[in-house]
């Protein structure tokens, strides 16, 4: 087996390379490419591992024709069409927590850099001059911090700020009451934060709900000297509302390290002495780019030799551990679907997808992506894991997942219910000594096996119709290699499942729904 290629396209400690080539995995460094250079070669590469200066745009998805996995050395993942990559079927990877103390430092670094002004202050006393009456400063102590953003990073700076004795609020639509109390937070709502924040910080991605998220209009509600300080994402504040009250004086000062455009040659707030500015520095520490390399080169090694899935933004985590005890419960689920979505002639409306006893217990976000990767694979023919779910909800239709402890029959049991406007069709099945089966097709049980092709017969169960379709199979030269078959009684509704080993022609099929007593009769493939 051919190793796995990874383009390493920006600078990444050299242990990032050492991974890879322990792992089995060929790292080739190539940094600095202009976006043709990037486009010629990206074609050859399983992985791409980045940090901020690559992008990886729609042109560069299209080009990577090979690509599996883009690996992101850090948080921010601005740089890479998510999009673009998510109907590619390519994971998108970060390391959120590799740098996310070392961003929380330089938060609060930048915190009392504006509290007593150190930089202005060191520029003077490095001039020559003695200005001590000039640089009055505040106190952090007992101040009132607002985060805006309570996941990961803030909740670091959370509990660096109560060690300074501080009072802690935080905005967050997604902080529960229950996290709150555990990080020592109050959640509020914006405007609140606005009103009572002494220092407000933004730890939040840049987001279309985000984007702005201190306009002219929240900055107006800020309390008078306020102090802001943005070492997340360029964006989140009206730069030019910003700098019109810093110079007003309603905002006491501002930190920031990351700006609308960067690099940042020119910025409406340089020039300001209320100012503090870093060159985008949050994660710039010899330990996080260590950190953020080893993880990144892991995660994207993992993902490539076992199919182990961490902190993907568009597809469902696997676990190292994982990945073996869920390999053959995703080929049910892939089996399943793509028999599901052979047998559906209208449109979908909705998908139900049950999980009934010790499957129930395991992680199943990525058997439903790889249920849903069948259905839709007979209508859409590129699509994988990673895109279906994206594409199901473009489509408009309904997916849902329910689960039982207890299956009456089976270890473990999956079911697709598919809704159409015609309708439900439901398929059942489960893993046998380490093999997808199907053990019930429209109600009626059976046990059947998976073959690369197959016959479904759908017809009423009458004397000779297996004799009739036998004879009719040996004269098209068609070889039986399965035959499973399920009924509800004799005489009333039946199926067939047979294995061939060469795909029937549309004129044999023709053939068998002519037979009499059939009902449905289909070529299906897997």
């Not at 890879?20 to 010629?40: H, M, W, Y």
């Not at 910003?242 to 501002?254: C, E, F, N, Q, V």
């Not at 839709?376 to 489509?395: C, D, G, H």
Request: aromatic share 4%.
């Amino acid at each position: 087996m051919t190793a796995p290629r990874v383009l390493i396209a920006d600078s990444l400690s050299p242990a990032a390379v050492a991974i890879f080539t322990a792992r089995g995995v060929q790292a080739d460094v190539k940094t600095g490419l202009t976006k043709a250079e990037l486009l010629e070669i990206i074609g050859d590469y399983d992985g791409l591992a980045v940090r901020s200066a690559t992008k990886a745009d729609p042109d560069v998805i299209a080009a990577a024709k090979k690509l599996k996995v883009i690996g992101r050395a850090g948080i921010g993942v601005d740089n890479v069409n998510i999009l673009a990559a998510t109907a590619a079927g390519i994971v998108v990877m970060n390391t959120p927590f590799g740098n996310s103390i070392t961003t929380a430092e330089h938060a609060i670094a930048m915190m009392f850099a504006l509290a007593r002004q150190l930089p202005a202050a060191d520029a003077s006393t490095q001039a020559g001059k003695w200005e001590k009456n000039r640089f009055m400063g505040v106190e952090l102590y007992a101040k009132t911090l607002g985060l805006i953003g309570a996941g990961n990073i803030g909740s670091i700076v959370a509990d660096r700020a109560q060690g300074l004795k501080m009072k802690v609020v935080a905005f967050d639509p997604f902080l529960s009451p229950e996290r709150a109390i555990e990080i020592g937070v109050e959640k509020v709502e914006l405007d609140e934060l606005l009103a009572r924040a002494d220092v407000i910080t933004l730890h939040t991605p840049l987001t279309d709900k985000t984007r702005n998220i201190l306009s002219a209009e929240a900055l107006a509600k800020v309390k008078k000297g306020v102090l802001i300080v943005n070492c997340a994402r360029g964006g989140l504040v009206d730069e030019n509302a910003l700098r019109a009250l810093l110079d007003s004086g309603h905002i006491g000062g501002a930190g920031f390290d990351v700006f609308t455009e960067e690099p940042a040659k020119a910025n409406v707030l340089f020039g300001s002495d209320k100012v503090v500015a870093t060159p985008h520095l949050g994660a710039s520490t010899n330990e996080a780019q260590e950190n953020v390399a080893l993880q990144v080169a892991e995660q994207m090694s993992d993902y490539l030799l076992t199919g182990a899935v961490t902190n993907a933004l568009n597809s469902p985590s696997i676990s190292a551990e994982e990945a073996p005890k869920l390999k053959p419960f995703v080929a049910l689920a892939e089996k399943i679907g793509a028999l599901a979505g052979q047998m559906v002639d209208f449109g979908i409306a909705a998908i139900d997808i049950a999980y009934e006893g010790e499957v129930s217990k395991l992680n199943v976000k990525p058997l439903t992506s790889a249920a849903l990767s069948g259905i839709l694979k007979p209508m859409l023919a590129e699509i994988n894991m990673v895109s279906a779910p994206a594409v199901a909800k473009e489509r408009g239709i309904t997916v849902s997942e329910s689960r039982q402890e207890v299956s009456p029959t089976y270890d473990s049991l999956m079911r697709i219910t598919i809704t159409t406007e015609k309708g439900k069709r439901a398929f059942a099945g489960t893993v046998i000594a380490g093999a997808p089966r199907m053990v019930e097709v429209k109600g009626m049980e059976l046990d059947a096996g998976f073959s690369p092709a197959m016959l479904y017969i759908n017809n009423l169960d009458k004397p000779g119709f297996i004799g009739a379709l036998g004879m009719l199979l040996g004269e098209a030269g068609v070889n039986i290699a399965t035959f499973n078959l399920g009924r509800l009684s004799a005489d009333e509704d039946a199926i067939a499942l047979v294995g061939v080993d060469q795909a029937p022609e549309a004129e044999l099929l023709a053939k068998i729904q002519a037979l009499p007593h059939v009902k449905e009769a289909r070529a299906l493939t897997f």
